[in-house]
């Protein structure tokens, strides 16, 4: 009998021992299974992340020629300033300095010009209408070098490429290498490209204009959408009678969560635009539709916040004779604010990089400006990087990806205010 139960107890240790393995098996294959997806998730996160910046950091970047320009007075009529041609006197000025001579046609000319930016003729032209005594005087202006121009200077033309299958020439590029052996031309931090506004040139392109627009249509959706949702989730989950239509209320908000995006700028065309006549691309606009997008998530996060609050806070403000609404708004909703200001930061966030409703909604044009008000024309900067992006010029989209980076860093800033707030003001009962 004794040797039948030690047998039997052997039989039984032996047979939990063999779970035993199995399920500590398992729990390291899981282990292991976690630290694979994590290992492949943040390897993905880098690629990306490495692509964008391997592409976007030479956009801040920019070359600048300065050059002396002689203001010849049997070139420029004080009566018709803008009429002078001040981009030719300049690569004028670039060819003497390069001890080179124009033929008669002024193809050496033409050329140079192909290599130097625009601005540098506009900023000669606002200084001579602003000071027409200029007029037979040499002025220094200081400007970026054409797009093309830039891409040789940072390796993406190369001179190895067969010649007919680049926009510059070996003469052009070799002018490029002299200005700035001779120091005509400088490299430096291209603060242009946080200061300027969109533009048909590559070098004058910026993002300010589409920094502002963002600015101004986010302040729209979080003035509708935080007080909106805050108010009505606080009703939903502190007043409202449960009942069926209570029921229906709130599978419909959590249905709307996943709407795609795209549904809502439908949902804007029909109504703000067709019906309300609000004006097209306008940061107004913009709010308006993705404050109607933030509201589920919102309120979501708010009705979450609320349910976290202990009950024990309510019966005791009721026990010292506090009203339903004083218990709610002095004592509720304050503790529950840390989960309800990170929440709406987070819609905030989804809501700047959202692009599928704006274009429906007109959002897609050329905006060479900063804004002039909530119902002027405005781009945004995920409409900003979707029109570089599809540009023909390829020095666009190197500042498709500087355009990126700059929404990152705008994206990321919002998400550590949102755990900074949480950090904060987090009470753990």
């Known amino acids: 009998m004794t040797e039948t139960s030690l047998s039997a107890a052997q039989t039984l240790r ?21 630290l694979v997806a994590i290992f492949i998730a943040l390897s993905f996160l880098a690629v990306l992340l490495g692509r964008i910046v391997t592409q976007g950091y030479s956009t801040f970047v920019e070359y600048s020629l300065t050059v002396p320009v002689y203001i010849d007075p049997a070139r420029v009529d004080p009566a018709d300033i803008s009429g002078a041609n001040f981009d030719l006197m300049i690569a004028d000025q670039v060819l003497a300095r390069l001890g080179i001579k124009d033929d008669d046609f002024g ?36 400007g970026p070098v054409r797009a093309d121009g830039a891409l ?40 242009g490209f946080l200061t300027r506004s969109d533009s048909t040139e590559p070098e004058q392109a910026g993002v300010w204009g589409a920094i502002v ?52 700028g439908l949902l804007g065309l029909a109504v703000f635009i067709n019906w309300l006549h609000v004006p097209r691309s306008s940061p107004l606009l913009g709010g308006l539709v993705l404050a109607l997008m933030a509201l589920p998530t919102v309120i979501i996060a708010t009705r979450s916040a609320l349910k976290a609050v202990p ?14 609404t004083q218990t709610v708004f002095h004592h509720v909703l304050p503790l529950a604010m840390p989960g309800v200001m990170t929440g709406a930061i987070l819609s905030m966030a989804h809501a700047l ?13 050329f905006v060479p400006g900063v804004p002039e008000g909530f119902t002027g024309a405005a781009t945004v ?34 998400n550590l205010a949102a755990i900074l707030l949480r950090r904060r003001f987090e009470r753990r009962w």
Do not use: C
Not at 14 to 34: D, I, M, N, S
Not at 353 to 365: D, W
Not at 402 to 409: P, S
């Open 213 to 264: 627009g963002s600015t101004m249509m986010l302040l729209v959706t979080a003035l509708l959408a935080v007080p909106i949702g805050v108010l009505a989730a606080t009703y939903l989950e502190e007043f409202a009678a449960r009942n069926r239509w209570t029921d229906i209320i709130e599978v419909n908000i959590n249905n709307l969560a996943a709407v795609p995006s795209i549904v809502y």
């Open 381 to 414: 900067l995920p409409v900003q990087v979707f029109i570089w992006e599809n540009a023909s010029e390829r020095a666009f989209h190197e500042r498709t990806a500087g355009a990126i980076m700059v929404l990152l860093v705008f994206m990321i800033v919002m």
């Open 311 to 324: 009950p024990s806070i309510r019966e005791a403000a009721l026990g010292v004779g506090a009203s339903k």
């Open 107 to 142: 193809t050496q000319s033409s050329k140079v010009m192909d290599i130097l930016s625009n601005d540098l003729g506009f900023q000669l032209l606002e200084k001579v209408k602003a000071s027409p005594a200029l007029i037979g005087k040499t002025v220094t202006v200081t």
């Open 152 to 191: 040789y200077y940072k390796g993406e033309i190369k001179r190895s490429t067969p010649e007919d299958e680049r926009k510059l020439d070996n003469a052009q590029l070799g002018w490029l290498d002299r200005m700035k052996a001779t120091g005509m031309v400088s490299s430096g931090f291209n603060s």
């Open 353 to 365: 990089g959202e692009t599928a409703p704006l274009l429906m909604i007109g959002m897609v044009s």
């Open 14 to 34: 032996k047979t939990v021992e063999a779970r035993l393995k199995v399920r500590h098996a398992q729990e390291t294959r899981f282990r292991a299974y976690g």
